[in-house]
């Protein structure tokens, strides 16, 4: 079974940043694309940012020149950097990889910004 764990969120206030880190396990993970998808209260999960096995990136037009999507394939984990963080980008963060045709999740980890 694959398993996702992300780590790294928390509170920050507006203009800080943060670093969400995703280990992966039990896959081949340096042929895998991995995204980092996120949640806010009361509204659908949204792609934040897609990193594939070549490194070529993707990204939510609201976090452009923001966020950066990141992977090490020595240690099978992505990273998610958040600069200049805003309220609005207060939600659960969830980790995401694709493995025969099937979509793992992590349990996700919690960004609150404050203003």
């Known amino acids: 079974q694959v398993q996702l764990v992300e780590s790294g969120g928390g509170l920050v206030q507006a203009g800080g940043s943060l670093r969400l880190s995703c280990a992966a396990s039990?896959?081949?993970?340096?042929?895998?694309?991995m995204g980092w998808y996120r949640q806010a209260p009361g509204k659908q999960r949204e792609l934040v940012a897609v990193i594939d096995s070549g490194r070529n990136t993707n990204y939510a037009d609201s976090v452009k020149g923001r966020f950066t999507i990141s992977r090490d394939n020595a240690k099978n984990t992505t990273y998610l950097q958040m600069n200049s963080l805003k309220p609005e980008d207060t939600a659960v963060y969830y980790c995401?990889?694709?493995?025969?045709?099937?979509?793992?999740w992590g349990k996700g980890t919690l960004v609150t910004v404050s203003s």
């Open positions: 995401n990889t694709k493995v025969g045709g099937m979509n793992y």
């Open positions: 039990r896959i081949i993970f340096s042929i895998n694309a």
